[in-house]
């Protein structure tokens, strides 16, 4: 049995104590006796990261198990099969796991005195409670550089197989430890990783910083001097609060972080120790200029955003919707060749990052739709799934127009000029994608909808700022078409297609440069507006890739790169475009000056 399938099967055992933990706080609540530790979105935060760590391992297990075979299979200082038969007996399991859980111990370690290691540990400590979903929030990178503290196992000869079963083995240990209903258990915390033990662990208070890093057995932090008792309430979290429900930036913060201090530094030493000093180890010249203020444990608050019953209602169902897609993935992911696990993968971790968004407010219950009609559209296109790809194609764009129609109703000031450009730029736009479905007829016709709805972008790009307020930016736009087009030429372009083509790459390229420009014009009044222009850029980069793939080479998975950057383009345009738009066409304070002056 693969290690995917083994995370489902003990997946239903996990959420039934999940289950269970929760009635049990939320009874001891009711009689003062205890708390119920648990709120909707950062469990579904937690357990989300938790699948993304699963699903992501299918591509980064690779790295771990990979390297520690290869170094096992060159320099282990035993003979295969005299290790492989002391590792298989009775004793030989046991001192395996002690040997992982010493290795882990290490590792867990080095995580709190490292800081690119920390960035990738930090996922785990990031919840404000503490329970069994928190057991689930797991790292999406840690094993980009995990795997060097268990090289000593490879070298002692233990087998790959005996590696990952007591790998998993403590892993699966570690999950009952994380809830604040069970107390302290005598003699059981002194030698073994206990509730008690690993809530000190989780806390930020200062005399528990950095303490119980054991995994199984707590005897390690006893012996190295790193064991701290339970003996005042646990404040959760970290000291550099995340304040987000975004699974994406929840892994990504603290590389970004070491990354701009990094690049802050002056000297090139600090540019290196900045990524291996202790975490909040910082050069003195990037913190006297851009100081960050000293963590006050009187002044944490639980971060939780306000949201309505029934976004709460609809995340939750989507939230399932996504489990079960995940458990459906994990059970077939050990036999899916690697580029169909990639555009999987792709798409659920779309369907998390919108969950989260819409928990947080980012997002409306029609964009979070918009966000999976198009990870589906794309990863259906990727993977040859015909029938999916014929749905969710042109409901993508269809939600899309729902979406502008229904914030257009929603203003003040009703269905204006702004609103009806915008809509015509979707509906030609949708029109395109139904032509582009179909036969090789119906391309130019296609071609000519999404003609048409750039004009209507370029037009709605105009609004307040004129007709390309930046000539340098439109100079550029045209020139890089222009390279693109002799690229195409060169590639095998059919003659019949020669000047339609042109004119779309003139017109997509006058685009992108209206878009550029109103965003340098506005960029004061409203930064939304660089948005727009990132968009106007990505469709750029779509169509050059839907160029490329037609008619020069085809692309390693072109739907998915085609697909997912159109997708892009659109929802930051339909999304950005009308608060800039709005803005613009306001009268400035210095215009309503000038005008008095007059």
Known sequence: MRSGQIIVLVSPVFFLLIAIEFAVGRARARRGTGQDTYRLADAVNSIGLGMLSQISAVLTGLLRIGIYTAVYSA???????AAREFWTTWYGWLLALVFYDFCYYWLHRMGHESAVLWAAHVVHHQSQHYNLSTALRQTSSGALLGWIFYLPMAAAGVPPLV??????IDLLYQFWVHTEQVGKLGWFDRWFCSPSNHRVHHAVNDRYLDRNYGGVLIVWDRLFGT???EDERCVYGTRGELKSWDPLWANAEVYWALAKDSWHARRWSDKLRVWFKPPGWRPDDVAARYPKPAFDIAKVTRYEPVVSRGVQWFAGLQFLGLLAAVTVFLWHSDTLPLPQAATWLAALTAGLWAVGAVLQGRLSVTEVLLVEAAALATASAALGIGWLHFIFKPLALAIAIVFAARRARQQPDGMTRFDALLLTGLVFSLAGDVLLMGSAKLFVPGLVCFLLAHLAYIALFRIGVGLFPRPRALAATLLIGAGMYAFLWQGGLPAALRIPVGFYVVVIAC????????????????????????GACFFMLSDSLLAINRFVSPLPLASLWVLSTYYVAQMLIVRHSRSAAWLCLAPSPSGERSKART
């Open 163 to 168: 590696f990952v079963v007591v790998s998993l």
């Open 227 to 229: 064991f701290r008792e």
């Open 75 to 81: 320099i282990a200082l035993v003979p295969q099969d």
């Open 511 to 534: 685009m992108a440069a209206q878009a550029i420009g109103r965003a340098a014009v506005l960029r004061t009044r409203d930064p939304t507006a660089l948005w727009v222009a990132v």
